[in-house]
């Protein structure tokens, strides 16, 4: 066959466990191929719709027809170069007829039979094994009647996802039960096994199609780490901390068990015959394929990865076993809801993460307003209603539905809270030391991080996954209950409200019966006392009685007093406002694209390498160096002033990510690891608890919410663009230029820049007494 290229692609099966992570990696794969075409049966089409929706979206043509039909799958293969078949056991028997009908058509010139699995004739026993019949008729069929059509078998090995879960009442065959911290091995736990993940099938796959001259006529041995029993126990060990107990079993004890069920007719059997050879070496090959594909080490799942622990994801969603009752109250007429876990697709995983900000979003746009308008106490007591009602509903939801309600009510909360929270800390706190008081923002986002990283580490499992979700209802209440007792804040009060004397009231109970608030109090009044309403009636009413007497008074115009609130758009036209609405829509835009999210995503493959743990583990490592670095740098704004910091926290960023860049290039893992590290501690000193407390210093108070409400809008929108946009920069940098780590030259620019505008844009704050003397703006009394 002349120089080929597979380009218009037909999956068989790829709806199924292992069909859809091929399709999945086809589609995903780059360059792209001109078409992907899947064949699935009108139910699959049914049940399935969500799923194939996303993938039509995203590229695929989806034909729905009958397997057993010839008329179905002819027309299937109009135009069709290369055939995938990803068929289960139950469709081995239908491959015959569709490796014929390809041989009569027109246009297929190479098929990818269904080998995901065992070689099948990996040795002079493997003819007799009972679950290989099928596939050795297949194989038997190429050879005799294949002329024109090139055959490839991709031969995976077992799926270590399935070969790692012990199977209720086969755990003689071998497998782990994390849930009580069980070891079931064969022999002495020592015989090595070759294992792919499953999502690595549909890399292998994907390989294999961009090497079509090496790979006709080949049965291909990939794999992605061959392991014995004792080293995923250890792993298993290691992640938990603690030791499980082992079952071992005799080799002859499986045979004799083995030949029971064949001898029942229990179509278990084939799983622990499957189980046996795999204990007898049977996916030990002399050497396997991956280099020859092009597929390095690094670019497949290794044993830390494929055996993680403790993913709220994969229990929350099915993908582990859970064994609770179905509620059908909160289940919204769903039948395979259950108080354990909740089925759904990818699709819908990401449409409940999704909401989540999309809540956010608009909670910020709200607070901000609503602050102004009716203070902070009762918009705080508000949070927390939304933290309760979202949390309870987290906690017994049963569908995607009603958990889609949950995490949008709770993130209104959130994004409410990331405006109202600094705030009001920003106003109550002494003068002296906002910088330190306002970085308890970043420290208490840092603390709700590593306190769920570590509920899910250790809850990860069964029903306790609901706990983790129960906890936000016992800290709603617990919040609801403190702000009962929290003052208004005292410069709200005043400022807004125009009631001094309760403001005096609230400000002194704050500090303490015996510290003097004469300062803090006139700052209210611009230097009388008085409340800015109060001043300017009593300046209006004078200007009335006479036409001099404003020679030698403060005219409101002219007095820099607070005006009325200002509203969402208002703050925009004000042009007394509008700079700082520019300040802080760049700092937060800032925060999010000097990479901080891109560091993180990334830190846990760069750390891998070093150290000897889990990813779950690392993630709490790095939250906890985040915390320990914003909590050891809080005082530095109040001693180094605002700008300042955050000018040290960018360029220091930058040079993190100009270094990172050089050490991903040049392979040096120990200077991306301090990379990464340098990285989370620069921001914890500027970029990460600055931000939040800038509005409160940059405009008055009757704008100080709507400002507020404008940085954490820019700041979800940002964080959104760096959380979609990052891997798909990446991947197209990393394939365009080659190698990895291009696109943290991209963040090392965005600091250059971003540096620039906080130099230009962004005023010191530290030591001023009201936005008037930090954008320099002199009162006149002329």
């Given at each position: 066959?002349?120089?080929?290229?597979?380009?218009?692609?037909?999956?068989?099966?790829?709806?199924?466990?292992?069909?859809?992570?091929?399709?999945?990696?086809?589609?995903?794969?780059?360059?792209?191929?001109?078409?992907?075409?899947?064949?699935?049966?009108?139910?699959?089409?049914?049940?399935?719709?969500?799923?194939?929706?996303?993938?039509?979206?995203?590229?695929?043509?989806?034909?729905?027809?009958?397997?057993?039909?010839?008329?179905?799958?002819?027309?299937?293969?109009?135009?069709?170069?290369?055939?995938?078949?990803?068929?289960?056991?139950?469709?081995?028997?239908?491959?015959?007829?569709?490796?014929?009908?390809?041989?009569?058509?027109?246009?297929?010139?190479?098929?990818?039979?269904?080998?995901?699995?065992?070689?099948?004739?990996?040795?002079?026993?493997?003819?007799?094994?009972?679950?290989?019949?099928?596939?050795?008729?297949?194989?038997?069929?190429?050879?005799?009647?294949?002329?024109?059509?090139?055959?490839?078998?991709?031969?995976?090995?077992?799926?270590?996802?399935?070969?790692?879960?012990?199977?209720?009442?086969?755990?003689?065959?071998?497998?782990?039960?994390?849930?009580?911290?069980?070891?079931?091995?064969?022999?002495?736990?020592?015989?090595?096994?070759?294992?792919?993940?499953?999502?690595?099938?549909?890399?292998?796959?994907?390989?294999?199609?961009?090497?079509?001259?090496?790979?006709?006529?080949?049965?291909?041995?990939?794999?992605?780490?061959?392991?014995?029993?004792?080293?995923?126990?250890?792993?298993?060990?290691?992640?938990?901390?603690?030791?499980?107990?082992?079952?071992?079993?005799?080799?002859?004890?499986?045979?004799?068990?083995?030949?029971?069920?064949?001898?029942?007719?229990?179509?278990?059997?084939?799983?622990?015959?499957?189980?046996?050879?795999?204990?007898?070496?049977?996916?030990?090959?002399?050497?396997?394929?991956?280099?020859?594909?092009?597929?390095?080490?690094?670019?497949?799942?290794?044993?830390?990865?494929?055996?993680?622990?403790?993913?709220?994801?994969?229990?929350?969603?099915?993908?582990?076993?859970?064994?609770?009752?179905?509620?059908?109250?909160?289940?919204?007429?769903?039948?395979?809801?259950?108080?354990?876990?909740?089925?759904?697709?990818?699709?819908?995983?990401?449409?409940?993460?999704?909401?989540?900000?999309?809540?956010?979003?608009?909670?910020?746009?709200?607070?901000?307003?609503?602050?102004?308008?009716?203070?902070?106490?009762?918009?705080?007591?508000?949070?927390?209603?939304?933290?309760?009602?979202?949390?309870?509903?987290?906690?017994?939801?049963?569908?995607?539905?009603?958990?889609?309600?949950?995490?949008?009510?709770?993130?209104?909360?959130?994004?409410?809270?990331?405006?109202?929270?600094?705030?009001?800390?920003?106003?109550?706190?002494?003068?002296?030391?906002?910088?330190?008081?306002?970085?308890?923002?970043?420290?208490?986002?840092?603390?709700?991080?590593?306190?769920?990283?570590?509920?899910?580490?250790?809850?990860?499992?069964?029903?306790?996954?609901?706990?983790?979700?129960?906890?936000?209802?016992?800290?709603?209440?617990?919040?609801?209950?403190?702000?009962?007792?929290?003052?208004?804040?005292?410069?709200?009060?005043?400022?807004?409200?125009?009631?001094?004397?309760?403001?005096?009231?609230?400000?002194?109970?704050?500090?303490?019966?015996?510290?003097?608030?004469?300062?803090?109090?006139?700052?209210?009044?611009a230097g009388d006392g008085r409340p800015p309403g109060e001043r300017e009636r009593l300046l209006a009413g004078e200007a009335n009685e006479s036409a001099d007497a404003g020679a030698g008074l403060l005219t409101p115009s002219d007095s820099g007093s607070p005006k009325a609130h200002l509203g969402f758009v208002q703050v925009?036209?004000?042009?007394?406002?509008?700079?700082?609405?520019?300040?802080?829509?760049?700092?937060?835009?800032?925060?999010?694209?000097?990479?901080?999210?891109?560091?993180?995503?990334?830190?846990?493959?760069?750390?891998?390498?070093?150290?000897?743990?889990?990813?779950?583990?690392?993630?709490?490592?790095?939250?906890?160096?985040?915390?320990?670095?914003?909590?050891?740098?809080?005082?530095?704004?109040?001693?180094?002033?605002?700008?300042?910091?955050?000018?040290?926290?960018?360029?220091?960023?930058?040079?993190?990510?100009?270094?990172?860049?050089?050490?991903?290039?040049?392979?040096?893992?120990?200077?991306?690891?301090?990379?990464?590290?340098?990285?989370?501690?620069?921001?914890?000193?500027?970029?990460?608890?600055?931000?939040?407390?800038?509005?409160?210093?940059?405009?008055?108070?009757?704008?100080?919410?709507?400002?507020?409400?404008?940085?954490?809008?820019?700041?979800?929108?940002?964080?959104?663009?760096?959380?979609?946009?990052?891997?798909?920069?990446?991947?197209?940098?990393?394939?365009?230029?080659?190698?990895?780590?291009?696109?943290?030259?991209?963040?090392?620019?965005?600091?250059?820049?971003?540096?620039?505008?906080?130099?230009?844009?962004?005023?010191?704050?530290?030591?001023?007494?009201?936005?008037?003397?930090?954008?320099?703006?002199?009162?006149?009394?002329?």
């Amino acid at each position: 066959m002349a120089s080929f290229t597979a380009s218009k692609i037909l999956i068989f099966g790829g709806t199924g466990t292992i069909g859809r992570y091929i399709t999945k990696a086809l589609l995903g794969a780059k360059p792209a191929f001109q078409q992907l075409v899947l064949f699935t049966s009108p139910n699959s089409a049914k049940v399935k719709a969500e799923q194939l929706n996303k993938w039509k979206s995203e590229g695929l043509l989806v034909i729905v027809g009958d397997l057993t039909s010839e008329d179905d799958v002819k027309a299937a293969y109009a135009g069709v170069d290369t055939v995938i078949s990803a068929v289960g056991r139950g469709g081995l028997q239908h491959q015959t007829t569709l490796l014929r009908l390809a041989e009569a058509s027109d246009s297929v010139k190479w098929f990818l039979p269904s080998e995901f699995g065992t070689d099948i004739e990996h040795n002079n026993k493997s003819p007799n094994e009972p679950p290989h019949q099928l596939k050795l008729q297949v194989r038997k069929y190429i050879r005799e009647n294949l002329k024109r059509v090139k055959v490839t078998y991709v031969v995976t090995g077992p799926y270590f996802d399935m070969w790692v879960d012990a199977a209720p009442d086969l755990e003689v065959a071998g497998g782990f039960v994390s849930a009580k911290k069980k070891a079931y091995v064969i022999e002495d736990g020592n015989g090595k096994v070759g294992f792919c993940t499953m999502p690595d099938v549909g890399k292998f796959v994907a390989a294999t199609l961009r090497s079509p001259e090496a790979s006709f006529g080949k049965a291909l041995k990939v794999q992605s780490f061959v392991v014995t029993p004792n080293e995923v126990l250890a792993e298993y060990e290691r992640q938990t901390g603690s030791t499980w107990e082992v079952t071992k079993t005799p080799l002859d004890d499986i045979r004799a068990f083995e030949a029971k069920l064949w001898e029942e007719g229990n179509p278990r059997a084939t799983l622990v015959t499957l189980r046996r050879i795999w204990a007898e070496g049977g996916t030990l090959y002399a050497q396997n394929d991956n280099s020859m594909l092009g597929v390095k080490p690094e670019d497949s799942d290794s044993l830390e990865v494929a055996a993680e622990l403790n993913a709220p994801q994969d229990v929350i969603t099915c993908q582990r076993k859970s064994v609770s009752t179905i509620k059908k109250v909160m289940s919204l007429g769903s039948e395979t809801g259950s108080d354990d876990c909740i089925p759904m697709t990818p699709a819908s995983f990401a449409a409940i993460s999704a909401v989540f900000t999309v809540g956010g979003l608009i909670g910020a746009l709200a607070a901000g307003p609503f602050t102004s308008r009716r203070g902070r106490r009762l918009p705080m007591q508000a949070t927390a209603v939304f933290y309760l009602v979202g949390s309870a509903i987290e906690t017994f939801a049963s569908s995607v539905p009603v958990m889609i309600v949950a995490r949008f009510l709770t993130g209104i909360g959130a994004g409410a809270s990331t405006v109202i929270v600094p705030l009001y800390i920003s106003e109550v706190a002494p003068p002296t030391k906002r910088g330190f008081f306002g970085a308890f923002t970043q420290i208490s986002i840092n603390v709700g991080i590593l306190f769920t990283q570590t509920l899910g580490y250790f809850m990860s499992h069964d029903s306790a996954w609901r706990l983790i979700f129960g906890t936000g209802v016992i800290i709603a209440l617990a919040q609801g209950l403190g702000l009962l007792i929290v003052p208004e804040s005292p410069s709200w009060t005043a400022n807004v409200k125009g009631d001094v004397t309760r403001a005096r009231q609230a400000l002194q109970r704050i500090r303490g019966k015996h510290t003097n608030i004469v300062e803090e109090v006139e700052a209210w009044g611009a230097g009388d006392g008085r409340p800015p309403g109060e001043r300017e009636r009593l300046l209006a009413g004078e200007a009335n009685e006479s036409a001099d007497a404003g020679a030698g008074l403060l005219t409101p115009s002219d007095s820099g007093s607070p005006k009325a609130h200002l509203g969402f758009v208002q703050v925009v036209r004000d042009p007394l406002c509008r700079p700082a609405i520019v300040a802080v829509v760049g700092i937060m835009f800032a925060q999010q694209l000097c990479g901080i999210n891109s560091i993180i995503m990334y830190s846990v493959s760069l750390l891998k390498d070093l150290l000897p743990t889990s990813s779950a583990v690392l993630t709490i490592i790095i939250s906890v160096i985040n915390l320990g670095t914003t909590i050891a740098a809080s005082p530095l704004p109040d001693r180094l002033g605002r700008k300042t910091c955050i000018l040290a926290s960018i360029i220091g960023q930058g040079s993190s990510s100009l270094a990172l860049a050089l050490a991903i290039r040049f392979d040096l893992k120990i200077m991306s690891a301090i990379a990464v590290l340098l990285f989370v501690a620069f921001f914890a000193i500027g970029l990460g608890p600055v931000p939040f407390i800038m509005a409160s210093e940059l405009v008055g108070p009757e704008a100080v919410g709507a400002t507020q409400s404008w940085a954490l809008g820019a700041n979800y929108i940002a964080t959104f663009l760096v959380a979609y946009l990052f891997p798909i920069v990446n991947e197209a940098l990393n394939r365009a230029l080659g190698g990895a780590g291009w696109v943290y030259f991209i963040f090392a620019g965005f600091a250059l820049l971003w540096a620039a505008f906080v130099t230009r844009n962004v005023p010191e704050t530290r030591g001023k007494r009201d936005a008037d003397e930090v954008w320099g703006r002199t009162r006149r009394t002329d």
